[in-house]
C-alpha cells in the first residue's frame, strides 16, 4: 500500500536531487530577466496590450511577465530549501538512518544497491529508510503549499500539481 502518489514520491525525489542547485538556478533566471528587461538593445516590439487575449505585445509588458515568473520559482526553490532544511533536522545524516541513507542517495548520488553493499543492510532495509525520508518531506511539502492533488471525480484517478 502506498502511502502517497507515485507521482509525487517522484516530484520529491527530483527536488532532493535537485537540492544543490535549485535556488541558484532561480536567482540566474531572475538577474536574467532582470537584465533582459534593462537591455536597451532589444527591439521594443509593438506597442498596446497583450489583455487582447493573445500574448503581451510590448517588451515592457514581456520584461514585467518574465521577471514576475522568474521570481515566483525563486520563492518555490527557497520554499523547497526551507522544507529540505526541516528534514535535516528531523533526520540529522549523522544521527538517523533515514537522514543517512538520503544523504548518500540524493546528496552523493549513490544507488540503493550500493548502499546496502556499501553499509551491510538489505537493499529493502535501505529503501524503507528512503522511503520513510521521502514520505515525510512529501508532507511537509504539501503542508508548505509546494505539492497539491487534484482528484478526478470520474475515474478516480489522480493529478498531481506542483
Known sequence: MNVIPEAVYRIV?????????????????????RARATDISMPSGAAGSGAKGGKPES???RAVIAIARAERKLDKARKWETVFRKMDEIYPAKNTNEGYVASMIYGNG????DLARFSGCSRQTIKMRQDRYVIRAAFLAAQAGLIREEVTEE????????
Open 13 to 33: 525525489e527530483k527536488r532532493l536531487r535537485q537540492r544543490g542547485k535549485m535556488i541558484r538556478k532561480a536567482e540566474e533566471a531572475v538577474a536574467r530577466a
Open 59 to 61: 517588451r515592457v509588458e
Open 110 to 113: 549513490m544507488s540503493q544497491a
Open 155 to 162: 475515474d478516480g484517478s489522480t493529478d498531481q500539481k506542483e
